[in-house]
């Protein structure tokens, strides 16, 4: 295997060989031309948005400034949102189902080093798939840690380091992230806290 195969196998690898650089590089010039669009220009955003990512659904968008490191390793479903200064690390594949919402300032990090200086010297580095569900919300400046899965209808607190799996239907904060509660039929009629909804279509 060469060295982009090692990394999309989530093995070690070494990123400045066999290719990546210049991948690397040229998404960069990809999401320069990104952020610098002028904002009434959505058409076009969402067309380079589609270059960009590996996979989409018909509506999707990022705010600017967004950056990632490869693109093409990024898939999201339909209905897709992303606040400002999202970062993706994407030397694994990070997978997003529908439905989304992530906060201003969220990070998702596949990437990371070994531990031991010495090998962490070597030039070796690692990319771990991150996958997360459909219906998921992410609160702001959350860091999403390699090899975590996020399941369906989650919300991630503000804030939290996401360094484990998270189920199904709870809300999970903190840090390291943890499970507060479930998500129930209850909550259906709160938009915050103890807050009803004084409206009848949500």
């Not at 999201?76 to 919402?101: P, S, T, W």
């Not at 998921?136 to 975590?148: E, L, R």
């Not at 939290?160 to 840090?175: C, E, L, M, R, Y």
């Amino acid at each position: 295997m060469n060295q982009k195969e090692r990394m999309l196998n989530n093995l070690p690898y070494k990123a400045w060989l066999d290719g990546l650089s210049e991948e690397r590089l040229e998404n960069k010039k990809r999401i320069y031309r990104y952020n610098l669009l002028p904002p009434e220009q959505q058409e076009e955003q969402t067309a380079l948005l589609k270059q960009i990512l590996g996979k989409t659904g018909e509506h999707v968008h990022i705010e600017t400034p967004f950056h990632c490191d490869y693109g093409y390793n990024i898939e999201v479903g339909e209905n897709f949102f992303a606040n400002y200064n999202f970062v993706v690390l994407d030397v694994g594949k990070v997978r997003i189902g529908e439905n989304v919402q992530i906060a201003p300032n969220v990070s998702i990090y596949t990437a990371g080093h070994p531990v031991h200086p010495q090998s962490r010297n070597s030039g070796y580095e690692y990319g771990i798939d991150i996958t997360i569900g459909n219906n998921v919300w992410i609160g702001g400046n959350a860091c999403i840690m390699p090899g975590v899965t996020i399941g369906d209808n989650a919300v991630i607190g503000a804030g939290s380091i996401v360094t484990k799996d998270i189920p199904d239907n709870v809300i999970a904060a903190g840090n390291p992230c943890r499970v507060l509660r479930k998500i129930t039929e209850a909550d259906r009629d709160f938009y915050y806290r103890d807050r009803r909804f004084d409206v009848d279509d949500y």
